[in-house]
């Protein structure tokens, strides 16, 4: 077993039981290949979530502050995650980005960078529509909606594909690519509140 199959079986017995988790749209999701799963954010839960309701596992960029805090830095790190310096570009993690997607695994972001204090989806940004544009990966939205209350209902949405084969050949920018996204996000979010 691996430490991520291991991890993900922990915060499943941790989580089940305070949180009520309904799991919607697992059909879209992509059996194989590179897939960017770009979800919103409204809590600190939110990765450990994503991670134990989507399918596959997901390969998480966190901001680099988390992996120099002495014990949750070495377990994300084990987690396959990577580190990002925010407020920046930051060229070694956008190559990190996308060479997972190139292997052909599921690489999850928030695209608005920060949790959402309202709970609204915010701004995404350009990073989103950056690995979207330069990848041929499958891109994935998906709707966190709860309180985040104990013993209250969370539903995690994963929708369709977001199209980008029109955007990729118009050659857009990487601002459009992520309005498509956070669209479709908010799309779900409307639906399924």
């Known amino acids: 077993m691996t ?3 291991f991890a993900r079986n922990v915060v499943k017995l941790a989580l089940k039981p305070i949180y009520r988790m309904e799991v919607i749209g697992l059909e879209h999701f992509p059996k194989e290949g590179g897939v960017l799963l770009c979800s919103n954010h409204i809590n600190n839960l939110d990765p450990p979530v994503v991670g134990i309701t989507a ?3 997901v390969v998480f960029m966190a901001k680099k502050e988390l992996f120099e805090a002495p014990v949750l830095g070495k377990i994300i790190h084990h987690l396959q995650a ?3 310096k925010r407020g ?3 060229r070694e993690a956008l190559r990190k ?4 997607l190139k292997e052909g695994k599921v690489f999850g972001l ?3 960078g920060t949790r959402s204090k309202t709970g609204e989806l915010g701004k995404g940004l350009t990073g989103a529509g950056f690995f979207a544009l330069r990848s041929n990966a499958k891109v994935i939205p998906c709707a966190i909606i709860g309180p985040y209350k104990p013993f209250r209902k969370i539903k995690v949405v994963y929708g369709p594909p977001v199209p980008m084969d029109e955007l990729r050949k118009n050659k857009a920018s990487a601002e ?3 309005e498509a996204i956070m669209s479709q996000i908010q799309q779900l979010l409307h639906t399924y509140r």
């Open 88 to 90: 920046m570009s930051d």
């Open 82 to 84: 990577f580190p990002v």
């Open 3 to 5: 430490f991520y199959s």
């Open 55 to 57: 399918p596959r596992p």
């Open 97 to 100: 980005g996308l060479s997972v």
């Open 110 to 112: 928030f695209p608005e």
């Open 176 to 178: 459009e690519a992520t």
